[in-house]
């Protein structure tokens, strides 16, 4: 008689989370337990203005309402004490210098974190993998023991570094590979920059002659590129310009990031404009209310006396260059940065108080800068511009383009880059902007994009023709592949019958139907008298 067991079910109530909790699983396998490890909150208290510091989050008046923001910086001028804030889930650009009246103290404050204590370097316990991590001399006589084929790569690469030792041969890196992998262009984004510090430390590690002459040769391949800080790169360049972008700074420098706006408010001729971001003027403007600028020559100054006698004695009406372009409305210069570098410098002082990604300020010379502006009885004003490499080896049209806070919604920033088109056009070439592109500068380009492919297409299929991405990119003057990301974008891409076509839906056609009753400021091909210019070689060498 055979005795049956009945399985003994055993059932769990599922623990309550709090709020402010999180549910950590046990490490024991098999267990089954879990534990609730409490996230406490950040600690809170009433405060005076004495006790702020750097890391507080205060609750700060902004348009007649309470916002949360974060102190990133504090500064006394003139004697009264100044905070610049960050507010709460809200774009960098709005963080500003706030005075001490307008912080909210019968709120409680929420202090910072206390940092946790980092352990040095080897102070944890062993890894599994730490046995097997052992210096290459150690396995040398292993290794050297297995006698390669007398034909493989392995032979000739011992026989060529036995033929060195005795010949008392230094290995040379080979610059030609080594430039391949390095990036062009003058000045590099911090994406780039990471990754050209990353493989510069690969190649040093793999011509170090203590590698050389111990005969072994390293894996690379197992190798994991590390950033500045020393963390692993373990995303991809899109995603982290999607990181950036999102975040509203375009800086990919911790340095840069911790540089706070320096400026309250800057007069640009009758504008007075509040500027978004750090720029470089010498450090004892920044102690100034106000910043003027000459709206004709950019010269800067820090109190209205020397401004207005500058004003008196500046003579010059319009930027320093040949006028290439003007119709009823605006003109267009041509600066040269090597001819007029104290403009061009101080027009990007001027422009880095709206670009948070621009890095150059000071090496003008391989540019070219076209400048936009309005007429009146007084000279020409400064609407905004856009600079160009001289040669540019991945064919960009434009490398930095602006359009000032004062002539912003206007029309203005689609006509910058219309007219840089225009010019690619007369150059016969197709242009790009330089990426990554600023947030404002992307939503302006996309939108010009399908501005112009819809306005082609919709007049072509009047015609009844058929047109390609080919011939779109030819006519526009804009690359294959912005044609194409803009087709994608605007849903007009379609698989029909084993093949690819373009197709005008609803919505385009809607879309066209606004843009006819539009008006429109549009560049005339006509009124643009201009050669695209040609550079000798002495020329071409940026050098004092």
């Known amino acids: 008689m055979s005795s049956q067991t009945s399985p003994v079910s055993h059932q769990t109530t599922p623990l309550p989370v709090l709020p402010g909790t999180a549910v950590v699983a046990s490490s024991a396998p098999g267990s089954g337990t879990v534990s609730v490890a409490s996230a406490s909150p950040p600690p809170t208290s009433i405060a005076t203005i004495g006790q702020l510091r750097v890391g507080c989050k205060v609750w700060v008046s902004k348009d007649g309402e309470l916002r949360h923001a974060e102190l990133l910086s504090l500064v006394s001028k003139k004697s009264e004490p100044y905070f610049y804030v960050h507010y709460t889930e809200f774009n960098k650009r709005l963080d500003e210098w706030v005075p001490s009246t307008r912080l909210d103290l019968t709120r409680p404050v929420e202090w910072p974190r206390p940092e946790k204590p980092r352990k040095p370097p080897g102070s944890g316990p062993a890894s599994k993998n730490s046995k097997d991590k052992q210096p290459l001399s150690s396995n040398k006589k292993n290794k050297r023991s297995r006698p ?68 072994e040769m390293m894996d690379l391949d197992s190798v994991v590129p590390e950033t500045v800080d020393g963390e692993p790169e373990n995303f991809s360049r899109e995603e982290e310009i999607e990181k950036l972008r999102t ?17 309250m408010k800057v007069q640009v001729g009758k ?3 509040e500027p978004w971001y750090f720029s470089p003027y010498p450090i004892e403007l920044t102690e100034e209310d106000c910043m003027y600028v000459c709206e004709f020559c950019l010269s800067y100054f820090g109190s209205v006396k020397p401004f207005q006698r500058h004003r008196v004695k500046c003579h010059l009406q319009h930027p320093p260059g040949n006028e290439i372009y003007r119709d009823q409305s605006v003109s267009f210069f041509e600066i040269d940065g090597r001819r007029q570098r104290t403009w061009c410098r101080n ?11 621009k890095t150059l300020y000071y090496d003008v010379d391989p540019f070219l800068f076209y400048c936009m502006t309005v007429r009146d009885e007084l000279g ?44 690619s056009k007369k150059e016969g070439k197709l242009g790009s902007p330089e990426k990554p592109l600023s947030d404002l500068g992307l939503l302006s380009y996309r939108a010009f994009w399908a501005d112009t492919v819809i306005e082609l ?19 526009t003057a804009m690359t294959t592949t912005d044609v194409l990301h803009t087709l994608q974008n605007l849903n ?22 606004k843009l006819k009753t539009k008006r429109r400021r549009k560049i005339d091909p006509s009124k643009l008298i201009w050669k695209p210019p040609v550079f000798t070689p002495a020329q071409l060498r940026f050098a004092w």
């Not at 297409?457 to 006519?475: Q, S, V, W």
């Open 148 to 215: 390669a084929p007398k034909n493989s790569k392995a032979a000739k690469a011992q026989q060529q570094r036995a033929r060195g030792k005795e010949n008392n041969i230094v290995p040379v890196v080979d610059e030609s590979q080594q430039s391949k992998n390095d990036v062009n262009g003058r000045f590099l984004d911090g994406v780039a920059a990471a990754s050209a510090v990353a493989a510069s430390a690969l190649t040093s590690q793999s011509a170090t002659p203590a590698d050389e002459k111990d005969g």
């Open 247 to 263: 975040s509203g700074s375009m800086t990919q420098s911790h340095h840069e990031i911790a540089r706070v706006r320096n400026f």
């Open 271 to 273: 504008h007075e404009v």
């Open 347 to 357: 027009l990007c002082l001027l422009s880095k108080l709206f670009l948070d990604h």
């Open 380 to 423: 020409h004003h400064l609407i905004g511009y856009f600079s160009k490499e001289k040669e540019s080896a991945e064919q960009y049209n434009v490398a930095c383009i602006l359009t000032l806070p004062q002539y912003q919604r206007h029309g203005y920033g689609k006509l910058l880059i219309a007219f840089s088109y225009e010019l």
């Open 457 to 475: 297409l919709a007049d072509e299929e009047k015609e009844l023709r058929e047109t390609t991405i080919d011939e779109i990119a030819n006519m």
């Open 492 to 513: 007009m891409l379609k698989y029909y019958k084993g093949q690819h076509i373009i197709c005008l839906t609803n919505g385009v056609m809607e879309h066209y139907e």
